[in-house]
Nanobody, 121 residues
Framework: QVRLVESGGGLVQPGGSLRLSCAAS????????MGWYRQAPGTQRELVAT???????NYAASVKGRFTISGDTAESTVYLQMNTLRPDDTAVYYC???????????????WGQGTQVTVSS
């Protein structure tokens, strides 16, 4: 059973920074893509940033230039450095990994339980 656990959320003032971490445990054969998504109250979950096993990253327009995703597929970890945070960044942040648990498997999506980020003065 693969399990993803996020950490690093919290309360920060506008303009501040936070670093989110996500670590996967369990039997993992390979990871294709790792990413961060967020969901604010009353809204749908949205993509924040993704990174492939080859290191190609992709960002939502609203966070480009402020957030940086990094990861290590060999360590099954992904990070999100968030700078210049704004109140509209307030949301529950979820990590996601598209991975295989053995070489015969199809790629499947696994999600963490989420970590709250609140940007407020």
């Amino acid at each position: 059973q693969v399990r993803l656990v996020e950490s690093g959320g919290g309360l920060v003032q506008p303009g501040g920074s936070l670093r989110l971490s996500c670590a996967a445990s369990g039997i993992i054969y390979s990871i294709n893509t790792m990413g961060w998504y967020r969901q604010a109250p009353g809204t749908q979950r949205e993509l924040v940033a993704t990174i492939t096993s080859g290191g190609t990253s992709n960002y939502a327009a609203s966070v480009k230039g402020r957030f940086t995703i990094s990861g290590d597929t060999a360590e099954s970890t992904v990070y999100l450095q968030m700078n210049t945070l704004r109140p509209d960044d307030t949301a529950v942040y979820y990590c996601k990994m598209d991975l295989k648990t053995n070489w015969l498997d199809s790629v499947a999506a696994y999600w963490g339980q989420g970590t709250q980020v609140t940007v407020s003065s």
